[in-house]
């Protein structure tokens, strides 16, 4: 072997070591990148069931909500109910007179 082809071996394994050092260091970054998007992944989900819980203690409330309207129209409804009773007992009272 010559001197110019002991040279250029030296560099390409240079070269390719470089290459393997840049290649170990990608590899690290996509297993850090992997364990993040589980990380992400996991956070998700959990913020998908909280959405979920979330959205049954909306329709909860709204149906609370419309229970306690009819409920209130009921007492309304009974308070009116009762006004006319007394005016309808007023008038067979005047009747009987």
């Known amino acids: 072997m010559t001197e110019e082809q002991v040279k250029l071996i030296a560099v ?6 470089q290459l393997m050092s840049l290649c170990d260091e990608q590899r ?5 990148l ?9 956070e998700l ?3 998908i069931l909280r959405s979920e819980e979330l959205a ?4 909860n409330l709204l149906t609370a909500r419309v229970v306690s309207v009819k409920e209130g129209e ?4 009974k308070t ?4 006319l009773v007394r005016e309808v007992d007023k008038c067979i009272a005047l009747l009987n007179e």
């Open 12 to 17: 390409f394994e240079s070269k390719v070591r």
């Open 28 to 32: 690290e970054e996509l297993d850090r």
């Open 34 to 42: 992997r364990a993040l998007l589980e990380l992400k992944e996991s």
């Open 45 to 47: 989900q959990q913020e």
């Open 56 to 59: 049954v203690k909306c329709n």
């Open 74 to 77: 009921i007492k309304s409804a």
């Open 80 to 83: 009116r109910l009762s006004r």
